[in-house]
């Protein structure tokens, strides 16, 4: 499996950018449109994604609502292998399982269709989003993945918030290209 390169790395992490204050006060948005946008950058992680999962056995990639579907669509197309959504609440239009997760204040909700892996059995599939932070989201979704009868082999991040240690609560192993202190 090859590794980042610390060049390849920096391409990535310069292309993305630091949004103070966004959404609220204290926050440092990580801003992916300009990763999306520049086309050595893009390349850069995508053919790092496309090398380090083609050695895997995947059935499936699914990745979470909304950035998550960029990075997920992209790799799956480039492994040969089919796309899943794991969507907010409310926005699938077939019969779906749900799995709630909490929030500063209040909670939250992600949904899978029940028929998303198919008829492929225990399907082994990677979960892909852009940022891992405390790590609830990506516990819901993991979660919404064994909860239909697949298997979550690995959830892949483009960035982790290390000092939020979120990846401890993960029932799956985490990858995630870019660690952020
Ligand atoms: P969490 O559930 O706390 O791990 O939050 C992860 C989700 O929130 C991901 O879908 C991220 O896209 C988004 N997110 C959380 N913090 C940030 C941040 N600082 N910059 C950009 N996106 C974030």
New binding site residues.
Partial sequence: MKTLSEEEKNIILESIRDIPDFPKPG?????ITTLLSDPKALDTLMTHLENRYKSYDLDYIAG??A??FIFGAVLADRLGLGFVTIRKKGKLPYTTVAEK?SLEYGFDEVEIHIDAFGDTEKANVLLI??????????VAAANLINKVGAVCVEACFVME?GF?N?KKALPAPVYSVLEID
């Fill in positions: 926050i440092i948005f990580k801003d979470i609502d950035r998550g997760y989003d852009d940022l891992i932070a405390t790590g609830g989201t990506a918030l939020l979120g």
